[in-house]
């Protein structure tokens, strides 16, 4: 029963994606992002181009699916996808052109790297990306598409892995359990001992400027 409910769930997340998958000379790929929020780190996109068959059970939202289980999922995602990317841009360039089009950049250097003719995406929200593929927005699209879902599992396993290593480096700040997210315990840190080279500049200007 359990299997059969997993099954369901998985064919109405690819529906969209069938809707791509069924076209003749259609290629599709999913996009998404992970980290434009965090106080630290680089904001990381994945891009991958899943095949329609086998879809992968528990794939899904990546925010969705406890660490364990993204792990495990990250390695089978690369193991079935045709092709998977991703692609970081860093704090540094981050404060330099702003959040937004950080992120954009980091969507084109992914969709870059492609080697398979991608001739339709489907993204996560985001609109007016410079790549050489139809652009699909969808709104929460990581809850609504297969394609997404397998592209922000890949960008947040590896975004997570980074931060724990981080945490390893400045173990003051919590890195490891809020991945440069804005928790208590790291508001706290970067007010005790100022902030570390991985920390976004641009978004605690406001912390300094109001002592």
């Given at each position: 029963?359990?299997?059969?409910?997993?099954?369901?769930?998985?064919?109405?997340?690819?529906?969209?994606?069938?809707?791509?998958?069924?076209?003749?000379?259609?290629?599709?790929?999913?996009?998404?992002?992970?980290?434009?929020?965090?106080?630290?780190?680089?904001?990381?996109?994945?891009?991958?181009?899943?095949?329609?068959?086998?879809?992968?059970?528990?794939?899904?939202?990546?925010?969705?699916?406890?660490?364990?289980?993204?792990e495990a999922l990250y390695d089978r995602i690369l193991e079935?996808?045709?092709?998977?990317?991703?692609?970081?841009?860093?704090?540094?360039?981050?404060?330099?052109?702003?959040?937004?089009?950080?992120?954009?950049?980091?969507?084109?250097?992914?969709?870059?790297?492609?080697?398979?003719?991608?001739?339709?995406?489907?993204?996560?929200?985001?609109?007016?990306?410079?790549?050489?593929?139809?652009?699909?927005?969808?709104?929460?699209?990581?809850?609504?598409?297969?394609?997404?879902?397998?592209?922000?599992?890949?960008?947040?396993?590896?975004?997570?892995?980074?931060?724990?290593?981080?945490?390893?480096?400045?173990?003051?700040?919590?890195?490891?359990?809020?991945?440069?997210?804005?928790?208590?315990?790291?508001?706290?840190?970067?007010?005790?001992?100022?902030?570390?080279?991985?920390?976004?500049?641009?978004?605690?200007?406001?912390?300094?400027?109001?002592?």
């Amino acid at each position: 029963m359990a299997k059969m409910r997993e099954q369901e769930r998985l064919l109405a997340l690819s529906e969209r994606d069938r809707a791509f998958w069924t076209q003749d000379g259609v290629i599709l790929a999913g996009m998404d992002e992970v980290g434009r929020g965090p106080l630290a780190g680089p904001v990381v996109v994945g891009c991958v181009v899943m095949p329609p068959e086998p879809l992968l059970e528990y794939v899904n939202d990546s925010k969705k699916v406890t660490e364990k289980r993204r792990e495990a999922l990250y390695d089978r995602i690369l193991e079935t996808a045709i092709e998977a990317h991703t692609a970081w841009v860093w704090p540094d360039v981050i404060d330099e052109i702003n959040i937004l089009e950080a992120t954009k950049k980091a969507f084109a250097e992914a969709f870059g790297k492609m080697k398979t003719p991608v001739t339709d995406v489907l993204i996560d929200a985001l609109t007016g990306l410079a790549i050489s593929a139809r652009q699909h927005p969808l709104i929460h699209g990581d809850a609504l598409s297969y394609s997404i879902a397998a592209a922000s599992i890949v960008a947040k396993v590896e975004r997570d892995r980074y931060m724990i290593e981080q945490d390893k480096l400045y173990p003051a700040y919590g890195f490891a359990r809020n991945k440069g997210y804005g928790t208590k315990e790291h508001m706290e840190a970067i007010r005790a001992y100022g902030m570390t080279p991985i920390h976004r500049r641009s978004f605690l200007k406001k912390l300094y400027e109001n002592g």
